[in-house]
């Protein structure tokens, strides 16, 4: 209400006196709207990724968000959330807080909630937090429980041995 006042008097009477108001306000509500846009960009949660089913994507697809598979995909993905429908093909390496499994995967699973629904199936090893396998679902392959299943790899289980090999070779010496 004051701007809409202060505009419209000095406007007409003094044109100089209505630019130095304007950077003014500017400056004002810059640092205002940056404060309160930080809050509201954590909240505001942008929707799904979805990979249709005529869509074939052969790399890696990383994401912080969430991704939504109807197609097929031949290459690991990476993501927040990430659903695998009934009709998707992910041959490859899923890594995802949560992962809910409609179609097939061919390939290791890992996530913090793994949910494999009636209709899953799944060809691989499972490293997960929490796991849920509904009546139905076909599952081959290992299921191995870990507090942080995302922070450790193959790969990662490999370095542990390496570095007590290496500490076993240091001791004799």
């Known amino acids: 209400m004051f701007s809409k006042s202060k505009i419209n008097d000095p406007a007409p009477g003094k044109p100089e006196e209505a ?3 304007a950077p003014e306000t500017q400056t004002q509500q810059a ?8 809050p509201a960009a954590p ?9 249709s089913s005529d869509l074939h994507i052969t790399g890696n697809v990383k994401t912080t968000g969430d991704i939504q598979v109807e197609g097929t995909v031949e290459g690991d993905i990476r993501a927040h959330l990430l659903t695998v429908g009934e009709s998707a093909t992910i041959k490859g390496e899923c890594i995802a807080d949560d ?5 097939r ?3 290791r699973v890992r996530g913090l909630k793994v949910r494999l629904t009636a209709t899953a199936r ?12 509904e009546s139905g679902a076909h599952f081959e392959g290992s299921v191995q429980r870990q507090d942080d299943p995302l922070s ?7 370095q542990p041995q390496q570095a007590s090999a290496q500490k076993a070779e240091q001791q004799p010496s």
């Open 31 to 38: 640092p205002r709207q940056s404060s309160d846009f930080k």
């Open 19 to 21: 630019k130095p108001a």
């Open 105 to 107: 995967i061919v390939g």
């Open 152 to 158: 450790s790899r193959g790969k990662g289980g490999q």
């Open 43 to 51: 909240k505001a949660k942008p929707p799904a990724s979805v990979l």
């Open 99 to 103: 992962v809910v499994v409609n179609g």
């Open 122 to 133: 799944v060809e691989g090893d499972i490293i997960h937090k929490t796991i849920a396998i």
